[in-house]
Structures are given as structure tokens and as C-alpha cells.
């Protein structure tokens, strides 16, 4: 995008996306910012764009922005949605997108358990990133989970996510589903401000960045 | 699916599709028969058939069929699919089984197009095979032609297809929509029986096998 960008206002652009997401983590809707100098109208950059970028990027939209909007800074709220198939075998177009996990889950457990996860906590539990220095606090406004056509769905809804939070959380209520662990387990496991304590990581394959809301 | 079967059955097995699909092309729901001496439950077929094959590859049912039952020579109608993104730019987790062609069509000269294409035809100008020996007279049944959300969908049911006959039907029907070709071009196209006078055979991307009817 950068090298599109430069190519096409002759300005060295810097993108800021809203976040970095893991290696094979999909994103919907990411949300990027730049500034450029040049008057360029939002519909020919994005043309442009879509036209030397590769088939696995496509721009969805451009808007003019406030000149101090940041698109990691200004983020207010982040969804991302983690798809595990459950069934005898994951659907062969969406394997890409989808784990597949062949089991049998308590979808009831599992909101039980996703709801002692809601407000602000410190998920320093959740996060595999050991020796950070910065805040692990952050605030999760909803966790929705559905099971519909051996799809099991979880959509996370927070002001910020941790490094890898989403998929130790879906790891985590995912063991809740199947029974190793308990819907009662979680409020310890958060207390214990230690990784060891919560569920497994479960792969990027089935994590999608949904949208971002500023 | 041969190799595990025998190493289920501890007998050789061979498959019969419903037919072969070209390089490249998907297939929703391929059938395929074998017969087997070993008396086997379906579903624990299906189970260790999923269990052994990769994710590209899955068995939605298996059903017991009569003795002589042959996936392709008892196969009655197929219906093929071809999705072609006309937008600026073809969905990214689409990008697979969905060809992408920013272009504006005329639907209503497509599906005029489409209706001399209906019944039985020596669809010889359609194949790319040149020296076939083999019949090729078929019949279509229906032509279902959809724009929505910028994805145009070709639904093509027949008693049979020639080779590469859905893609370059559907490279045919496309240039009638951009206005390359006129819907009134078909039928003389068709009584040439010269596969120079056809349209383009579109990438094997876009196209799916979607259902065999016995």
C-alpha cells in the first residue's frame, strides 16, 4: 500500500493500520490511515489501489479524515470473530477460514463462562506475550456465541485486544464447550494474572478481524 | 479415496466419478461409486474417509446403491455454476472460486443469448477437443443467469458437458453481456460448428460443479 501510494502521489507515505493482526489472522475490515500532501479525490486512490494491490487486498473504502486521526489511536472498539467447524469436517471452500475442531460443545457452559469475562479486567492471563511493560487492562463489551450448522461462532467486542488474546480467550471457552475446563474456572484464571492458567491458543486459521469503530 | 478404501476393505477399489472436471475447477458435490465385497456400514466409511483424506477433500454422505449402479453412466443431469466478480475488485476470501472481471453487463442480452442455447444442440463450436470422435449433441435444460452484489452468476443444467463447454459457454454469454458479441450471434455460432467462432474459454476459477442427478 505504501509503495502504491508513493507511486501514485510521489509523497513517502506511512500507513497506520488500526492494529497488527498474528500471521494467518484474516481481516474483513481493517482500517488504515495516511497523510498525503497532494489533493487526490478518495475514489481514484482507492481505484488505484485495488488495481496494483494482489487479489488477497482489496480496498473496500477511502474517506477524507479529521488531520490528526490516527487509525490505531482513535480505535474505540475492535470486533473479531473466531470460527471453529465442529462437525465431522470443516467445509472445504471456508477451510481457510475456518478450524476445524470435530467435537461436541455446551454452548450454555461456554456463555456462562464468556460472561465473567465482560468489563474491564486486567487479561494479563490471556496474553502470550510475557514481559510487557504496558498495560494488560482492556474492556470487553460483548462476547456472542452461536452454533449454527456445526459452525461454532464467537464474536469478542472490545477496546483493545492483547497479543493473541482472541484466540487464548476462544481456546479457553472452547475447553469450557468441551468440558476440561469450567464455566467457574475463568474468574481464577484471570485472577492468576498467569498464561499457564488459561486454555490453549487456538490456531490463527479461524480468526477474522470484523470491523473496527471509531 | 481409492487408497483408503483398500486400506479399509483390504480390497482393490476403483472410483467412478460422475465425470472429470478440468484442472482447476471445483466441485460442490461430486459423486463417485465403488464397489466393495466387504460389507461395511455408510457411515463408518464416511467417518474414516474423512478421517484419512485431506482438508480439500470431503465426504458428505455415502449411500448404498444398486449393483449396477455407475456414478457416470447412470448420471441423468449436472448443473454447473460460473461466479464472476463484475465489481471493481472479487472479495478476497472468494478470490478462489470466483473470477474476477470489472466489466458492466447487459443481463437481458445475456439471457436472450442464453435461450437459444436451450435444448438439444451439437455443441461441437463449444469444446475445445477438435478431433472427438465421440457424440457432441447435448441438451441443456436451463440457463439461470443472476446479478447481485456485483457477483454474476451463470447456473448451467444439462444431460452432459463437452469439454470445457461451461467455461466457454459462459466466456460466450459474458461477451454478450459486454457487448462483444450479440445474443443473435449464437445460433449461427452454434451451426458452425467451429469452436474460432465461440467466445473466450473463461479461467477454470469460476467454475463449480454444484449437483449430479441420478
Given at each position: 500500500l505504501e509503495t502504491a501510494l508513493r507511486s501514485l502521489s510521489g509523497e513517502a507515505v506511512e500507513i497506520n493500520a488500526s492494529g497488527r493482526t498474528d500471521a494467518g489472522v484474516h481481516a474483513m475490515a481493517q482500517c488504515a490511515s495516511f497523510h498525503l500532501e497532494t489533493e487526490l479525490d478518495c475514489e481514484l486512490i482507492k481505484a488505484r489501489l485495488n488495481e496494483v494491490t494482489g487479489r488477497d487486498i482489496r480496498i473496500l473504502s477511502i474517506e477524507r479524515a479529521e488531520p490528526r486521526f490516527h487509525a490505531r489511536l482513535n480505535a474505540k472498539r475492535k470486533t473479531y470473530v473466531y470460527r471453529i467447524?465442529?462437525?465431522?469436517?470443516?467445509?472445504v471452500f471456508e477451510r481457510r477460514f475456518v478450524y476445524g475442531y470435530p467435537c461436541r460443545v455446551d454452548i450454555q457452559a461456554m456463555k456462562t463462562a464468556a460472561s465473567f469475562l465482560?468489563?474491564?479486567?486486567?487479561f494479563k492471563a490471556f496474553c502470550?506475550?510475557?514481559?510487557?511493560?504496558?498495560?494488560t487492562v482492556r474492556t470487553i463489551y460483548g462476547i456472542d456465541i452461536t452454533l449454527e450448522n456445526d459452525t461454532l461462532t464467537m464474536r469478542f467486542t472490545g477496546n483493545g485486544f492483547l497479543y493473541n488474546m482472541v484466540r487464548i480467550l476462544s481456546g479457553t471457552l472452547l475447553q469450557v464447550g468441551t468440558g476440561e475446563?469450567?464455566?467457574?474456572d475463568i474468574t481464577a484464571i484471570l485472577g492468576s494474572?498467569?498464561?499457564?492458567n488459561a486454555g490453549v491458543t487456538l490456531p490463527s486459521t479461524g480468526l477474522m478481524l470484523e470491523s473496527v469503530e471509531y
Open positions: 467447524a465442529v462437525g465431522d469436517k470443516a467445509d465482560l468489563g474491564e479486567h486486567d502470550s506475550n510475557k514481559r510487557t511493560k504496558k498495560s475446563l469450567k464455566a467457574s494474572m498467569d498464561r499457564k
